[in-house]
């Protein structure tokens, strides 16, 4: 199989794992899950330096999502990864489990950081780039955000901050879906040209 094969089955793992989390869990968001599938596995299946059995390996890349919303995504890419058992995601969004509805590091291996209100990824991931680039850490940063966040202030302070601070280690992508909560990102705020 191709390394292009590959990725495709593990998106499709994503979104399958994703779906019966939703449908288990009686969670909502599916739509900014399946929207994400193939970014995390590019990312987890082709890019990022990690070790699913060190998750605090000093070296590894970090990722943030910051659409965390979208946690089960994260899930199930971690679960594919190698992180934790396919098995542990049929919790998630139950009472009691570490796997909460919107991404949790709590309890969670490989997950850098508990998110849900948007705009705080990307200005916590330059924070996290800027730390590495004076400490001379050569991992890089990858932060994975909604278009209907960039309607926040702190992002854009965030993106001057970026280039002022020279932080060739942080990669920022956003899920241009074109949705936000329930209504079209145009009809929210204009977000064109983005």
Not at 21 to 45: E, R
Not at 81 to 92: I, N, Q, V, Y
Not at 187 to 194: F, N, Q, R, V
Request: hydrophobic share 40%; net charge negative; proline share 3%.
């Amino acid at each position: 199989m191709t390394n292009v094969e590959n990725l495709e089955q593990l998106s499709l793992k994503i979104r399958k794992h994703a779906v019966n989390m939703a449908s288990t869990g009686g969670s909502s968001h599916i739509g900014s899950i399946l929207s994400i599938a193939d970014v995390l596995a590019v990312l987890y299946g082709s890019i990022m330096n990690y070790k699913a059995d060190n998750p605090k390996w000093s070296d590894r890349d970090r990722f943030i999502l910051s659409k965390g919303h979208a946690g089960a995504g994260v899930y199930a890419v971690l679960a594919e990864s190698g992180f934790m058992s396919a098995d542990k995601l049929k919790t998630h969004y139950q009472d009691g489990s570490d796997l909460s509805g919107h991404v949790s590091h709590k309890g969670v291996p490989g997950v850098e950081l508990s998110t849900g209100s948007l705009g705080h990824g990307l200005p916590v991931a330059a924070g996290m780039a800027l730390a590495a680039k004076i400490n001379k850490d050569k991992h890089n940063i990858y932060v994975l955000m909604s278009d209907g966040e960039c309607d926040e202030g702190s992002n854009w302070e965030a993106a001057l901050f970026a280039p002022h601070h020279k932080l060739d280690n942080l990669v920022a992508i956003i899920d241009r879906n074109k949705l936000q909560s329930i209504h079209s990102t145009e009809d929210t705020l204009g977000l064109e040209p983005l």
